[in-house]
């Protein structure tokens, strides 16, 4: 089973400012089949980016995703009010489907 | 507008049984995978079941594989869990997920979830 570490956990910063978001698997992620989702409080999770760096559909330009193997990062150019929320990587390159643990975005 | 609506939720005691259920439209429904994931309270999310598109496959978390048995009914837009042999781990929030293709893939819509809790 592919573990997947996100980091930080909680990560503190103001509206407008850059996010890092990182994402480790355990081992490397075939075909680079990694999402990532945002989960607003009450709701279900949202479909941000997939194949590691690929926009969803209505997903606004400041999201983007990068990295291959066992290295992602989901960037957020410029945080909005509505960013600070949790966010959730997902690989899907082999058995059992995983996901990490999550990265809170707090408002500093 | 794909459309997944969970029901089949509530409270159960331990040992007991629970079939959700999950109404599908706004796609055409055996072209494509589904799943459930699960989110115990305050918790991350944890894939639970898949099914293929035709639903000759299955496949399941190791968690829950003997306990619980996904499948679905084309003729209602249907996918649903069974769930047996329930325990005070499997309470949570019961998301229905639509595959972007295959099974093992990633889930480009969600439902609103149905909360299971297991409690004496």
């Known amino acids: 089973e592919i573990v997947l570490t996100q980091s930080p956990g909680t990560l503190s910063l103001s509206p407008g400012e850059r996010a890092t978001l990182s994402c480790r698997a355990s081992?490397?992620?075939?075909?680079?089949?990694l999402a990532w989702y945002q989960q607003k409080p009450g709701q279900a999770p949202r479909l941000l980016i997939y194949v590691a760096s690929r926009r969803a559909t209505g997903i606004p330009d400041r999201f983007s995703g990068s990295g291959s193997g066992t290295d992602f990062t989901l960037t957020i150019s410029r945080l909005e009010p509505e960013d600070f929320v949790v966010y959730y990587c997902q690989q899907s390159g082999s058995s059992p489907l995983t996901f990490g643990g999550g990265t809170k975005v707090e408002i500093k | 507008e794909v459309q997944l609506l969970e029901s089949g939720g509530g409270l159960v005691q331990p040992g007991g049984s629970l079939r959700l259920s999950c109404a599908a439209s706004?796609?055409?429904?055996?072209?494509?995978?589904m799943s459930w994931v699960r989110q115990a309270p305050g918790k991350g999310l944890e894939w639970v079941s898949a099914?293929?598109?035709?639903?000759?496959?299955?496949y399941y978390a190791d968690s829950v594989k003997g306990r619980f048995i996904i499948s679905r009914d084309e003729s209602s837009n249907t996918l649903f869990l069974q769930m047996n042999s329930l325990g005070a781990e499997d309470t949570a929030i019961y998301y229905c997920a639509k595959s972007w293709a295959g099974a093992k893939s990633w889930f480009d819509f969600w439902g609103r979830g149905t909360l299971v809790t297991v409690s004496s």
């Open positions: 081992q490397s992620v075939s075909n680079n089949y």
């Open positions: 706004g796609f055409t429904f055996n072209n494509y995978a």
């Open positions: 099914i293929s598109g035709s639903g000759a496959f299955t």
